[in-house]
């Protein structure tokens, strides 16, 4: 079992940076990717970016591409998720999971585990 949990969320305005941290308990998370998810009110969960298990590779949502990086420290058992130049279609809960088994990193159903979640709030 892995539990994830999220920091560093919080209300900032149109043009900061937040960076959100993952952290990892129960197992090392050296052979899972991981992955950054967000959910809107209204809108269903949709992928943000993710990572390989080695982060040799990385991937990331058309909305986000040059804004945000996702990373990972594997000796920490950690991820992040840099987010710069935040828009306020940015708004969201944003979820850290973690993938061992799964191939397709853009899909939610992908992910065997989640965090709780933390919310970004960006201002115009």
């Known amino acids: 079992q892995v539990h994830l949990v999220e920091s560093g969320g919080g209300l900032v305005q149109a043009g900061d940076s937040l960076r959100l941290s993952c952290a990892a308990s129960?197992?090392?998370?050296?052979?899972?990717?991981m992955g950054w998810f967000r959910q809107a009110p209204g809108k269903e969960r949709e992928f943000v970016a993710a990572?390989?298990?080695?982060?040799?590779?990385?991937y990331y949502a058309d909305s986000v591409k040059g804004r945000f990086t996702i990373s990972r420290d594997n000796a920490e058992n950690t991820a992040a998720l840099q987010m710069n130049s935040l828009k306020p279609e940015d708004t969201a809960v944003y979820f850290c999971?973690?993938?061992?088994?799964?191939?397709?990193?853009?899909?939610?159903?992908?992910?065997?585990?989640w965090g709780q979640g933390t919310q970004v709030t960006v201002s115009s």
């Open positions: 990572i390989s298990w080695n982060g040799g590779s990385t």
């Open positions: 999971a973690a993938m061992e088994r799964g191939t397709y990193y853009r899909g939610a159903d992908s992910y065997e585990y």
């Open positions: 129960g197992r090392t998370l050296n052979n899972f990717a």
